[in-house]
């Protein structure tokens, strides 16, 4: 323990009482218990504190000339408002006692003094005031800490969302000066590493990120973590927007080399949207939100940065509107069901209809699945939707099959799955009710899952996927090629078939990368014992590439586009009983 004496600063007049201090303390003074300061008048007192903060205790007397103790004692808060005096006078009636103790004093002692009750006193005080002032250290200490929790992120110890906000509005402020940039930064694969190799892992990787992002900005830019994968940077003061441009391109230099974690390399994409100061706004949050909104559409595009502009905004309140119209389209019910069929490539027969969802919006017409899906998705629609389609789509398979216009067994129904369905608990009870209801097998019904959504998934999928396979349901990998799959999870998944995208089909017959992919994935789904589906066919030169590549089975608009359930009735007709008729274009479209 460390002992600091207690500093006492003495204010009176008479010269008198500093010596009778100095000779009655002498010990304590020596053993180093107490230290005295002298001052002859209250001016002169507080020019001392003013310059020494280490006084712990007052004695002051009140008759004084320039400043007397009554008004020195007025003052004292404002210099120090934890120190305490103590008054000493010979004057020790009962209006100067009162006037005294008015203005804060702790305590009051008469002349002539009694040392030992001074001692006695002047401990008394100074604990007091110490104890002040740890009190307040300490409330200073946990204001500190809340502040940065309420500023701060604390896995990677960076300013958050809030902190940002506020020097965007002291930016904007400012905005007279020079210009500022917001920049939003999102990155890929960061879920991937949180489900696949666990959350301390993943938080590990956030900091190495959050480090690497830092060696990119100046000193006097904000890097804010606003997500687990999304960091937002608040480049001020800046002449030319420019420079937002340049740090984006190192940004993304910077994340081309990959992270090395528990064996593991780890490949992270930057995706970047930026808001320039000259947005007419005045709030922080519609700078960050342009910013992301940018963001947003350079991922749609797939490129790597977008700077905002107005008709970023139009295209959002579009979207606004779509998610209100969305959610009464479900209920008055404006959705309806197209099926496209998938055929056998080596007898033409039909084996399934994926079916796909649409929506004839009163005002706008058709609207396009691409767009209303993901719409859904963020808004949590998809699930009552998700679980729409399957009801709907396993009632028409049942409808046809007690017209006898199919051998049901023989035909199976696709049905798109979102990844948000996937992580709904109540999707394996849907579906069991929806099989039930319609009498239908597990085996008349396949699921198509995307490659990436299926990855970012991959520790919840599991045991669903398991579960589903005990009903017989079948499960297809769509758009495949186009994320990132690891072989080993396609082996431990109960998968049935691979998709190949129709990006890689589109330009088969004139693109050797596409044909040397789809080959790939031929032979990867065979020696996997999975079959594979080519989507997309439009032409014939595709299908006899194909066929060639020993493709099993094709959908495209060379068949069919999607068709409504009549045009499908006529389809299953031309095409379920005669398996050997040569594939002929299928005109029905929808
Ligand atoms: P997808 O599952 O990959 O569906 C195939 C898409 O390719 C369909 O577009 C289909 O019309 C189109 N297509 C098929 N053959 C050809 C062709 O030869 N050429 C061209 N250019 N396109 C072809 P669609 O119906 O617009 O659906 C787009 C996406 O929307 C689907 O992609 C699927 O991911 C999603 N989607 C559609 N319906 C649903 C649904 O009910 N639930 C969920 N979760 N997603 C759905
Ligand atoms: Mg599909
Ligand atoms: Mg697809």
């Not at 005031?129 to 992120?153: C, F, G, I, P, T």
């Not at 004839?360 to 808004?379: C, D, L, M, N």
Request: glycine content about 4%; proline content about 3%.
């Amino acid at each position: 323990m460390t002992f600091t004496s207690s500093c006492i600063l003495v204010v009176d007049d008479e010269s008198e009482l500093e010596r009778l201090v100095k000779q009655r303390f002498r010990k304590q003074i020596r053993a180093g218990k107490f230290e005295f300061h002298f001052a002859s008048n209250g001016v002169e007192a507080l020019e001392h504190l003013q310059n020494n903060c280490r006084i712990d205790a007052v004695l002051t007397d009140l008759k004084m000339p320039k400043m007397d103790g009554l008004a020195f004692l007025e003052q004292l808060p404002e210099i120090d408002p934890h120190l305490k005096a103590i008054v000493i006078s010979a004057y020790g009636d009962l209006p100067n006692l009162r006037a005294a103790m008015n203005r804060g004093a702790f305590d009051f002692l008469m002349k002539p003094l009694d040392f030992r009750d001074l001692e006695i006193t002047i401990e008394k005080t100074v604990n007091c005031v110490r104890q002040s002032r740890e009190q307040q250290h300490s409330l200073e200490n946990a204001l500190d800490r809340l502040k940065y929790y309420a500023y701060y992120d604390r896995a990677t110890g960076l300013p958050n969302e809030s902190w940002l906000l506020e020097r965007i509005r002291s930016q904007i402020e400012e905005r007279c000066g020079d210009g500022f940039a917001v920049m939003f930064v999102h990155f890929d694969g960061l879920r991937t590493v949180k489900y696949g190799l666990g959350h301390t892992v993943s938080e590990h990787l956030s900091r190495e990120l959050a480090r690497r992002l830092e060696s990119c900005i100046r000193p006097t830019d904000t890097l804010a973590r606003i997500s687990a994968n999304e960091f937002a940077i608040l480049l001020p003061d800046i002449e030319d927007v420019q420079l937002a441009r340049q740090m984006a391109g190192q940004i993304d230099r910077a994340f081309r080399n990959p992270f090395y974690l528990n064996g593991a390399v780890v490949f992270l994409i930057a995706c970047m949207g930026i808001a320039e100061h000259t947005l007419r706004s005045d709030r922080p949050e519609d700078f960050l939100r342009a910013a992301d909104l940018a963001m947003h559409d350079a991922k749609v595009r797939q490129e790597k940065l977008a700077w905002f502009d107005d008709s970023m905004q139009s295209r959002v309140s579009r979207r606004l509107q779509l998610e209100a119209d969305l959610k009464t389209a479900l209920e008055k019910q404006q959705l309806s069901l197209r099926f496209q069929p998938i055929v056998s490539l080596a007898t033409g027969e039909l084996v399934s209809f994926e079916v796909l969802a649409r929506w004839h919006h009163p005002t706008q017409g058709w609207i396009s699945p691409s767009e209303f899906v993901p719409v859904a998705e963020e808004t949590g629609l998809i699930i009552p939707l998700g679980k729409w389609v399957l009801a709907e789509a396993c009632r028409q398979l049942c409808e046809w099959r007690s017209q006898c216009v199919v051998e049901c067994d023989l035909l199976s129904i696709s049905v798109n799955l979102s990844g948000i369905q996937l992580g709904n608990t109540d999707i394996l009870d849907s579906i069991e009710d929806i099989l039930q209801s319609t009498g239908l097998n597990g085996s008349n019904l396949k699921i198509e899952i995307t490659e990436s959504i299926l990855m970012e998934k991959v520790s919840n999928a599991t045991d669903l996927l398991e579960l589903l396979k005990g009903k017989q349901v079948q499960l297809s990998i769509d758009d495949f090629g186009t994320g990132y799959s690891c072989l080993s999870y396609l082996q431990s998944f109960p998968i049935d078939t691979l998709k190949i995208d129709r990006t890689f089909i589109q330009d088969i017959e004139s693109n050797r990368k596409s044909l040397d992919i789809a080959r790939t994935i031929v032979n990867l789904a065979h020696s996997l014992e999975l079959d594979v589906v080519a989507e997309g066919i439009e032409n014939q030169l595709q299908l006899d590439i194909l066929r060639s590549l020993s493709c099993d089975y094709g959908q495209g608009f060379f068949f069919a586009k999607p068709l409504d359930k009549d045009a499908a009735i006529d389809f299953m007709k031309r095409h379920t009983l005669f398996p050997n008729r040569p594939i002929l274009n299928s005109e029905s479209s929808a």
